[in-house]
């Protein structure tokens, strides 16, 4: 069971990195490389949208949203172009997988627009002064 799970997460890891290549790769379609930019993005961010020290909530979005985000974009491309990225991909493993500073970014501007959101709900949209 213990095996399985690891070579699971180390094929999940592979593909993860087949899709940050799909997003160059000029033979899948635009529409599957919009998909992949926002996988790709969110999975290669230094930040969580859901962070994890949240109990439960926090690790759902790295062990179901995640993988079903990666097999979609896998499923979404033509077969033998798939193989083809699986391949670079796992000659790239070898070397550091890259971050993305830009994803990480759109998610502070995500939690930054939350936070006041919250604040203009709980205190008013204007503030009064005395």
Not at 15 to 44: E, S, T
């Amino acid at each position: 069971m213990l095996g399985h799970l690891k070579s699971w997460a180390q094929n999940i890891k592979r593909d993860m990195l087949a899709v940050y290549l799909a997003m160059y790769d000029r033979r899948v379609p635009w529409y599957v490389k919009g998909l992949a930019v926002i996988v790709a993005g969110y999975a290669l961010s230094p930040i969580d949208l859901i962070p994890d020290f949240i109990p439960v909530i926090g690790y759902l979005d790295d062990l179901i949203l995640l993988p079903l985000g990666i097999l979609l974009v896998a499923h979404l491309i033509p077969g033998p172009v798939m193989d083809d990225l699986r391949h670079q991909a796992s000659l790239r493993l070898l070397g550091k997988q890259p971050k993305s500073i830009t994803a990480a970014i759109v998610i502070v501007l995500l939690w930054v627009a939350a936070a006041v959101g919250v604040g203009v709900l709980f205190f008013g949209a204007s503030p009064s002064i005395s």
